[in-house]
């Protein structure tokens, strides 16, 4: 029919409004491998705790402990950085806007994303379980005072028109491209690597969603805040 017509015509319409952006397209990917990553930490986290070091007694946990250690690591840490990141992203001045107030707030995710690398890395490298918690529990928290940011960069990259079709489009790719996949890619590296590797090789993924997000500090400006 017409309508159905019309319709479709406009969804296409509203589709390639986000995606002919650049800044779009890098904002999306960054933030799918950023959701790969933190899906995949919490995926493959306790499976590390059980299986890093065998014949270290302080590292000795049922997967039961471990599940329950390593969820509660997650759970809170998510939602300090969670809260951290949106306090951050609201006392943020407000004088500067477009480009000058988008590559801002971008470079605050850059500094989030690599601080919260580095913290997880740093963690891997520690012989005793409790200061690996301590410190994973800091890297998480600062991986995740990403996720208010990053939504409303994504939301400024386009006309007001299409940014319901760009929260549609982001939470289609970050699924698609992140968290669905992750698992089963993570599981791949673990049959081939030491635990130790796949979790290094899991978060230094995020070195890919700085790469992204430091290439949208380059393209043009439509549209922000």
């Known amino acids: 029919s017409i309508s159905s017509a019309m319709a479709e015509a406009s969804l296409r319409a509203n589709v390639w409004e986000c995606v002919r952006r650049p800044a ?29 070091r065998p014949c270290d007694p302080r590292w000795d946990l049922d997967q039961t402990v471990a599940d329950l250690v390593f969820g509660l690591v997650i759970v809170c840490s998510g939602l300090l950085g969670t809260v951290l990141g949106g306090l951050l992203v609201d006392r943020a001045p407000r004088t500067a806007a477009g480009r000058k107030a988008r590559n801002a707030l971008v470079r605050q995710l850059l500094a989030q994303v690599l601080l919260g690398l580095a913290l997880s890395l740093a963690a891997l490298k520690l012989d005793d379980p409790l200061w690996f918690f301590v410190m994973l529990f800091f890297g998480i928290t600062a991986l995740f005072m990403v996720s208010a940011g990053i939504n409303l960069v994504i939301l400024g990259l386009v006309p007001p028109a299409q940014r ?62």
Do not use: K, N, R
């Open 24 to 52: 779009f397209v890098l904002g999306c990917l960054g933030y799918a491998v950023y959701t790969g990553v933190v899906a995949g930490l919490g995926f493959y986290g306790p499976l590390f705790i059980q299986d890093y």
């Open 164 to 225: 319901p079709m760009a929260t549609a489009l982001t939470t289609l790719a970050i699924h698609v491209f992140g968290d669905v996949p992750s698992p089963l890619v993570i599981g791949a590296i673990s049959d081939a690597f030491s635990p130790l590797f796949t979790l290094t090789a899991t978060a230094a993924a995020l070195v890919a969603t700085a790469l992204l997000w430091a290439a949208l500090l380059a393209t043009p400006v439509e549209h922000f805040p």
